[in-house]
């Protein structure tokens, strides 16, 4: 039952928002008393902290199997930012952008876990791309995975609208590459981005 409530929760606030969704609402979206919803999460917080971190580990998992998949570092970086488009397609508004603003303490612990998770990812990108040699040898890869992070979570933050997050994560992405890229990066991405007009 603890998984059933918070999948529908996930739901509901990704849909309709963290803040607008009540107890109430999952209650009767599931059939089930509020009770047993407070049986399992003793309050909207705990339940909104246990749904957005099993969120989190649905995009690291997907993310995993994107990177099995072996596309070259430029490609990867693409996909990715595709999956989590597709995951959130029907959201109006930044979950990020809600959770800062109305749940901070939730979007802080999170934003905590987050750094070192995508941190990772993104140095490990970008070591890909310098073996592969679409990135520079000659960059620093903390600094440049600290940029792109502190970038890619700023717009989150900040933009209330997921659509318009979505389009400058895009566009932020494509300044990232293009600040690291070789020139066969930059063939590379022109490439990719003309075959699949992604921007």
């Known amino acids: 039952m603890e998984e059933k409530i918070i999948a529908k929760a996930?739901?509901?606030?990704?849909k309709l928002g963290f803040k607008s969704v009540t107890m109430d609402d999952i209650?009767?979206?599931m059939c089930i008393s509020k009770k047993t919803i407070y049986k399992y999460f003793c309050n909207k917080e705990l339940l909104i902290a246990e749904t957005t971190d099993t969120i989190t580990k649905t995009i690291y998992a997907k993310i995993n199997e994107i990177v099995a998949k072996n596309y070259n570092a430029i490609e990867e970086n693409f996909e990715i930012i595709k999956m989590i488009k597709e995951m959130f397609v029907s959201i109006e508004?930044?979950?990020?952008?809600q959770l800062k603003k109305h749940y901070p303490e939730i979007h802080g612990k999170l934003t905590e876990k987050l750094l070192l998770e995508y941190m990772t990812l993104f140095k490990q990108n970008i070591e890909k791309g310098i073996s592969e040699g679409l990135y520079?040898?000659?960059?620093?890869?903390?600094?440049?995975a600290y940029f792109y992070y502190t970038l890619m979570f700023n717009i989150n933050e900040n933009i209330s609208?997921?659509?318009?997050?979505?389009?400058?994560?895009?566009e932020a992405l494509e300044y990232h590459i293009r600040a690291m890229a070789t020139s066969n990066g930059i063939t590379e991405l022109n490439t990719y981005i003309q075959s699949t007009q992604v921007l």
Do not use: D, G, W
Not at 10 to 14: H, I
């Open 136 to 144: 520079r040898n000659t960059i620093n890869v903390n600094n440049y």
């Open 161 to 170: 609208s997921e659509k318009e997050a979505q389009k400058l994560e895009l």
């Open 27 to 29: 209650a009767n979206e």
């Open 10 to 14: 996930s739901q509901l606030f990704l």
């Open 93 to 97: 508004t930044s979950p990020s952008y």
